[in-house]
């Protein structure tokens, strides 16, 4: 298959093949976040955004593994690198709990490992002043670790903050922080203390608000976070205003709240950036990554983590050293290829071609994004769902 010239060919969807893997797929497997028949063949050609089912049909896959495939299928440099991959025990590791060595010393090491992968982390997040990762096995653990060293460095720890339309993760720490789908918080019960405002110029407001002296109900000394996506994701790819994060960004320096900047859909480059804070003057005392990034990341400085041991979730398989070398030659990849650039030029591209349809046809009634992170709002769900 190549690239440049192959082309989708769908028959029908799904096809006889297709349906018996998702038939197959259903008789034991909870089906809760089944959403889409959509079902990749990886034993057939795949390559760049297109990948093949069962039944032939190549498709074009704009959703790139929600975001958790910033190379496409088959990238040839990230495959070229891998071939060494075989001389590694393929034993998932308990990464927080030994060390590992990848062969000689640190800087004549023959394959990365997850120490050279939070050394490259602090390099890319020292603008930020941030010097120490955390790695876990996902983006909801990144979560759950932010909030605790946030909740375990504040003096009386009793509220968050978050946002309308947020998604942070699906473990019950992360779950509280949501605002995007009620369906993820029904009956479950939540952290205490969590407070949403507007994810909005109107929400500076409600957040000075809360946090006033004299009637706000939220005491500065005792709110542990404010929890944020620079691009949110799951709530509908909403892009914030420079002049809304900026005064974000200046109340929580007004009231010492750390931020914690989410970016585990946004980062490692979607958006043009490394890291989608970097368009703003967001300024965030912790960063949270995964999907790209092939682990979960928990990044801040120093001083915010405990050093009490065994404070932290060390868990089985965080820093998993497969995981670690995938996404340490993944961010090796997009540096190089300047695939940066490449986000900001395609996400400009294709919005700008989006809003000219958009002019002709009615049912498109938004077209938003940043980079590669880019959306289109139909009028009506089930317009949404038929197209």
């Known amino acids: 298959m190549d690239r440049d010239s192959v082309e989708p060919t769908v028959t029908s969807l799904p096809g006889p093949k297709a349906s018996e893997w998702v038939e197959y797929h259903q008789s034991t497997a909870a089906t809760s976040t089944y959403?889409?028949?959509?079902?990749?063949?990886?034993?057939?050609?795949?390559?760049?955004?297109?990948?093949?089912?069962?039944?032939?049909?190549?498709?074009?896959?704009?959703?790139?593994?929600?975001?958790?495939?910033?190379?496409?299928?088959?990238?040839?440099?990230?495959?070229?690198?891998?071939?060494?991959?075989?001389?590694?025990?393929?034993?998932?590791?308990?990464?927080?709990?030994?060390?590992?060595?990848?062969?000689?010393?640190?800087?004549?090491?023959?394959?990365?490992?997850?120490?050279?992968?939070?050394?490259?982390?602090?390099?890319?997040?020292?603008?930020?002043?941030?010097?120490?990762?955390?790695?876990?096995?996902?983006?909801?653990?990144?979560?759950e670790n932010a909030i605790k060293i946030c909740y375990d460095a504040c003096e009386t720890p009793k509220y968050g903050i978050t946002f309308d339309g947020a998604f942070h993760g699906r473990t019950l720490g992360?779950?509280?922080?949501?605002?995007?789908?009620?369906?993820?918080?029904?009956?479950?019960?939540?952290?205490?203390?969590?407070?949403?405002?507007?994810?909005?110029?109107?929400?500076?407001?409600?957040?000075?608000?809360?946090?006033?002296?004299?009637?706000?109900?939220?005491?500065?000394?005792?709110?542990?976070?404010?929890?944020?996506?620079?691009?949110?994701?799951?709530?509908?790819?909403?892009?914030?205003?420079?002049?809304?994060?900026?005064?974000?960004?200046?109340?929580?320096?007004?009231?010492?709240?750390?931020?914690?900047?989410?970016?585990?859909?946004?980062?490692?480059?979607?958006?043009?950036?490394?890291?989608?804070?970097?368009?703003?003057?967001?300024?965030?005392?912790?960063?949270t990554s995964a999907k790209a990034l092939r682990v979960g990341a928990t990044v801040a400085n120093e001083a915010l983590f405990p050093d009490t041991e065994a404070r932290l979730s060390s868990t089985w398989g965080a820093g998993d050293i497969l995981a670690s070398i995938q996404g340490t030659l993944t961010l090796d990849v997009i540096q190089e290829q300047d695939l940066m650039a490449n986000a900001t030029e395609k996400g400009t591209r294709f919005r700008s071609d989006l809003s000219r349809l958009a002019e002709r046809t009615p049912c498109l009634t938004d077209v938003r994004g940043l980079g590669l992170m880019t959306a289109v709002e139909f009028d009506t769900k089930d317009r949404r769902d038929e197209v």
């Not at 004299?214 to 420079?242: M, R």
């Open 174 to 287: 992360a779950l509280s922080l949501n605002r995007s789908k009620s369906v993820h918080r029904r009956k479950f019960p939540e952290v205490s203390g969590i407070h949403d405002v507007p994810y909005s110029m109107a929400g500076l407001e409600t957040l000075r608000d809360k946090l006033d002296d004299t009637h706000g109900h939220l005491p500065a000394d005792q709110v542990a976070f404010l929890i944020l996506e620079p691009v949110q994701g799951e709530g509908g790819y909403h892009v914030p205003s420079e002049a809304f994060m900026r005064e974000v960004q200046a109340i929580c320096d007004e009231h010492d709240i750390p931020v914690i900047a989410d970016e585990i859909q946004s980062g490692v480059g979607r958006t043009g950036e490394l890291w989608a804070s970097d368009h703003y003057d967001l300024e965030p005392d912790v960063i």
């Open 35 to 143: 959403v889409y028949e959509f079902v990749w063949d990886i034993t057939k050609d795949a390559v760049g955004p297109f990948c093949t089912d069962p039944d032939g049909n190549v498709l074009l896959d704009f959703t790139s593994h929600v975001a958790a495939a910033p190379l496409g299928y088959n990238n040839p440099e990230l495959r070229s690198r891998l071939d060494d991959l075989d001389l590694v025990d393929p034993m998932k590791i308990a990464g927080q709990d030994f060390y590992v060595s990848t062969g000689g010393s640190p800087e004549t090491a023959s394959l990365p490992g997850p120490a050279h992968l939070m050394d490259r982390l602090t390099d890319l997040t020292d603008h930020y002043g941030l010097d120490t990762v955390f790695l876990s096995n996902s983006g909801a653990e990144a979560v």
